[in-house]
């Protein structure tokens, strides 16, 4: 990973490794589908949709990586986190390349 001066890893680098994973992928998916699903509805549809055997802890090791990518977002709302998707870091990446 290519890190900046202050030691940083390079978010694009983050990014790319949280679209390196075909489950991520499908997650991301689902979250372009219906946003905003608690993680216990996501691990139902992953397992119902795609018949993924994985559990809602692998499901939440997964999350973590795309949030470290900043691609996914959880929300607070009363006793339920809410998982969003945030296509805000794959504009920026893709707006660098194109314009």
């Not at 809410?82 to 504009?91: G, Q, S």
């Amino acid at each position: 990973m290519i890190r900046d001066n202050n030691d940083n890893v390079d978010n694009r680098d983050l990014i790319f490794k949280a679209l390196g994973d075909p489950t991520r992928r499908i997650i991301l998916d689902e979250l372009a589908e219906r946003d905003g699903m608690t993680l216990f509805e996501l691990t139902t549809r992953l397992i119902m949709k795609y018949q993924l055997s994985i559990t809602r802890q692998g499901i939440a090791k997964h999350l973590g990586v795309l949030e470290e990518a900043g691609l996914t977002q959880s929300v607070r709302k009363g006793k339920y986190r809410l998982i969003r998707f945030n296509r805000e870091p794959l504009r920026d990446l893709l707006k660098s390349w194109l314009e």
